[in-house]
């Protein structure tokens, strides 16, 4: 054992020369095959994104935020959000239109001699058929086309096209046209699809749905000409488009789902837009050189939902009192402040209809207030309920916050957190309590949230109007959906916005939502890309240079 | 062990019933064995699957789906049918390689796991080549050089594999790696010049590429893959130099070690030449059991280096009630650790004779 010992002293030096060495030589290999990093193409848009939430193209299926954001960039729809003011809509396919005196008749003029990737011509026909599919295929998206009268029975009679250069939309009422116009012609489901080529692979009747699984068939700027389920997209310029060109010839995105690495790709310059960083992230990026922060209100809201189909928050002031247990300010100027703004009115700011930043806000963290109100309520040594979120990144720390501010008032909330599938789940089969949710509308106009979020046109259980988030929440309130109505269907713009007031006042006292913030786009951009353009309804790549 | 090595001679020697040779009994058990396996696993992950309070109708349809359209895809889906008629008709998909369409892609579970697997077999082949590469010999070492400085490192370093989480770990390594001194290239397998130069024929990016001689770009799949790669190889290599280490010091305290000595044959060819051939039977075993481990997807190291693999996909399968892809996933992970404990058991084979 003695020799063994000596000879393990003389030959640890040796032993360590060697694995020193070997960890050296292989370093040295893995140095000599780096490339360092390379700034992306000129020609290109590069951008990390989390993209997993991808499973179609099929603009009758499509819900998520970036496969609409795709299709927007290569399906054109009939018009588009203004890129200068959200509000306006400016012709895109659809070169003009006219409206009938009743307002019950939209005529769209179409642009003559755009062709499909594909080379089959564009026509009235491919738009019909369009519009007609999505209601027939009935998935979510349908309900933007049945909310104004075109069911499956009276789709093919109210949209019509006369020639082959005109669309004509029969409506059943007399809708505001702008709204119509942002609801359904500048939507995903007036996208206009290649009707000969999609039905060429049509399987067992479904209109194409599974052919448009994994690609797209329509006219845009850009085409889809890759899509790697959560690996990276690929858009190339459409060469044929009848528009402008695009000043990059491809946007490249590639997914990254973690926000901490998107921040060194931008950093490093090996993405020149970064989709889903961090507060901290942007914090850190504001004193960059060479990275611009950009944000954009999006018509998202997130609030606290309460079922109020029996228990505490079946009583308004009950409600009312959660209200005043929200730290806007505190939140805001926390959590939130990279994230979104304080809101508590159902109409997003910036929307036709909505109440201004102040009335729209008039909730303050009021623990008093909120403790008379529950003694009001016949609650006055307060109650214990549950409040159930998903995976937002932010849900979990609103959720403390309100659940510590409850407890001063002997409110006992206990938090669960779940994943979002199985929180949808609950929601949607009105198994729960109260809830931290976030719901996004369509359209730039109070009855885009009033219509899915207040109004309800049928509580009982056995009704299964689950589309509507007020049905969820066991809310019905006659006196509010006639409002609506009313205010739908109100020519006069003055009288219209004095409704949506105080439909929004009487929500925010009474409503089964306590909305918190409405949230933001937000981006990290290198300044050598020129001319990024949001809106919260569309981002426009083709206006994107370098 | 020699009770045993005679019970498992006579076993593989003499003829099975009826007269057929004992391998063919002995391959027929093997394979009821694993057919049990994998059908109680697709049995117990399906039934989970259905009782888990996920919507996967929602998953399709979206959330402005009206009841009418709900209740059609409900049947659609066939969750209208009793349980045991649904796995019935699961099991004859399987027995057709036919996983079902994944909710989260909306294509056939076996087109994604063919798309994601290769990403991570890569990924996890060249982790376990560091990790034993490094992990045996530091085993060995540590071993011969027992208590001594080298020993003391091995054990800093191993418990570092062990503990430091793989997730920061990651992290820390892009920071200092990519961003600050630029050695390796960024996240993803391989920059965006590249993606599209290439068809792929084994979907191995470091193979398709050095077979279409295009160095270059192999260059770069390389540069992409050494720091994920390594870090993954830490935690194997942890395992793999601390097992190794237990193993060889019970050899090295063996009396023929001593004899070999004493007649003179050197320390290397000692240790290597005879000691570490009786642990190989082992080791081979941990090498293998890290390597399937690997295989299973490391969700963490794959989100933060933007991998687009295997755990990933069933991580986010999972998140998303997507049950085809979920049962999918787990009967490959299944087979994964099947088929390497067949494996081990045939490398037992070769390297130790007592079992033939």
């Known amino acids: 054992m003695a020799k063994q010992d000596q000879s393990t002293e003389t030959r640890a030096p040796r032993a360590a020369r060697y694995l020193l060495s070997s960890v050296a030589a292989v370093a040295a290999v893995c140095a000599a095959a780096t490339t360092a990093g390379a700034a992306t193409p000129k020609n290109a848009l590069v951008m990390a994104w989390n993209i997993d939430a991808i499973s179609t193209f099929d603009p009758a299926q499509v819900g998520e935020v970036v496969t609409n954001e795709i299709l927007q960039n290569t399906c054109d729809t009939l018009v588009d959000f203004d890129p200068a003011d959200e509000r306006r809509v400016v012709p895109l396919f659809a070169e003009r239109w006219d409206v009938s005196p009743d307002r019950k008749e939209i005529t769209f003029h179409l642009r003559k001699g755009a062709k499909f990737p594909s080379g089959n011509p564009v026509t009235a026909e491919d738009v019909l058929w369009s519009l007609r599919r999505v209601v027939k295929l009935n998935f979510g998206n349908a309900a933007t086309l049945t909310e104004y009268g075109f069911t499956k029975d009276t789709v093919d009679e109210r949209i019509v096209a006369p020639d082959a250069n005109t669309v004509v939309f029969k409506l059943d009422k007399a809708y505001p046209t702008t709204l119509i116009l942002q609801a359904i012609a500048a939507n995903r489901v007036a996208a206009v699809m290649d009707m000969k080529t999609i039905m060429a692979n049509e399987q067992n009747g479904d209109l194409g749905n599974k052919y448009l699984g994994t690609r797209t068939a329509c006219v845009g700027p850009y085409k889809l000409t890759r899509w790697n389920a959560g690996e990276s997209i690929v858009l190339e310029a459409n060469e044929g488009y009848w528009g402008k060109a695009p000043a990059l010839k491809r946007v490249l995105i590639r997914h990254v789902a973690e926000a901490g690495t998107q921040r060194l790709l931008l950093g490093q310059g090996d993405v020149d837009v970064a989709r889903d960083l961090t507060p901290e992230d942007v914090k850190d990026l504001e004193a960059s050189k060479d990275v611009s922060i950009l944000k954009v209100l999006r018509p998202q809201l997130f609030f606290w939902n309460f079922n109020v189909a029996d228990g505490p928050f079946s009583k308004e002031k009950v409600r009312l009192a959660m209200r005043y247990l929200i730290d806007y300010d505190g939140l805001g100027k926390t959590i939130m402040t990279y994230l979104g703004v304080p809101r508590a009115s159902f109409a997003q700011l910036g929307a036709v209809g909505a109440l201004d930043e102040k009335e729209g806000q008039p909730f303050k963290l009021d623990l008093e207030k909120a403790k008379q109100l529950l003694t009001e309520a016949g609650y006055p040594n307060g109650f214990e309920a549950s409040l159930i979120f998903g995976t937002l990144p932010h849900s979990a720390p609103i959720a403390q916050s309100v659940q510590q501010n409850a407890s001063k008032i002997g409110v006992k909330l206990s938090l669960e957190r779940m994943a979002n599938a199985q929180l949808f789940s609950k929601v949607r089969g009105r198994e729960f309590q109260s809830a931290m949710l976030a719901w996004q509308t369509g359209v730039p106009d109070a009855h885009g949230n009033a219509s899915r979020l207040v109004f309800n046109p049928d509580n009982r259980a056995e009704a299964k109007q689950t589309q509507y988030p007020s049905w969820r929440s066991s809310y019905q309130d006659l006196a509010l959906n006639a409002k609506i109505d009313e205010a739908l269907l109100e020519a006069d713009t003055a009288k219209r916005d004095a409704l949506y007031a105080e439909i929004q006042k009487d929500v925010m006292a009474k409503g089964p939502m306590a909305f918190m913030f409405q949230m933001y786009n937000i981006a990290g951009v290198r300044k050598d890309l020129k001319d990024w353009s949001w809106t919260g309804f569309k981002t426009y790549y083709a206006r994107t240079s370098k | ?356």
């Open chain 2, 1 to 356: 062990m020699s009770e045993v090595a005679e019970v498992g001679s006579r076993r593989f020697a003499s003829p099975g019933r009826k007269g057929l040779p004992s391998w063919v009994w002995a391959t027929g058990r093997t394979i009821i064995s694993v057919a049990v396996t994998l059908f109680g696993l697709a049995a117990l992950t399906f039934f989970i699957g259905r009782l888990l309070p996920l919507d996967p109708v929602a998953a399709v349809l979206g959330d402005n789906a009206t009841q009418e359209a709900y209740d059609a895809m409900y049947r659609q889906l066939g969750l209208d049918q009793p349980l045991w008629v649904q796995f019935a008709r699961y099991v004859w998909g399987i027995l057709h390689l036919d996983f079902g369409t994944a909710l989260t892609t909306g294509k056939p579970v076996m087109e994604d796991i063919a798309r994601v697997f290769p990403a991570t077999i890569e990924l996890a082949s060249v982790a376990i080549i560091i990790g034993t590469g490094f992990g045996i010999p530091m085993g060995v070492l540590a071993a011969m050089y027992r208590d001594t400085w080298i020993d003391q490192l091995s054990r800093v370093v191993g418990l570092i594999g062990y503990s430091a989480p793989n997730f920061w770990l990651g992290l820390m390594g892009l920071v200092l790696f990519y961003a600050t001194l630029g050695w390796v290239a960024g996240p993803g397998r391989i920059d965006f010049t590249y993606e599209f130069d290439l068809e792929p024929v084994t979907g191995f990016l470091l193979i398709d590429s050095a077979m279409a001689g295009n160095w270059e770009m192999f260059g770069n799949a390389f540069s992409h893959i050494i720091l994920p790669a390594s870090i993954l190889a830490f935690g194997a290599f942890a395992y793999i130099s601390r097992m190794t280490r237990s193993f060889m010091i019970e050899q090295l305290s063996q009396e023929y070690v001593v004899t070999a000595r004493v007649k003179g044959l050197s320390w290397s060819r000692t240790v290597w030449g005879h000691a570490f051939r009786n642990i190989a039977v082992q080791v081979v075993t941990v090498v293998a059991l890290s390597y399937a481990f690997l295989l299973e997807g490391a969700v963490l190291t794959e989100t933060v280096f933007a991998w687009p693999g295997f755990g990933r996909y069933l991580t986010n399968a999972l998140l998303a009630g997507d049950m085809n892809a979920v049962v999918g996933c787990t009967l490959l992970v299944g087979v994964i650790f099947v088929t390497l404990n067949l494996l081990c058991d045939l490398l037992y084979r070769v390297f130790d004779p007592r079992t033939r």
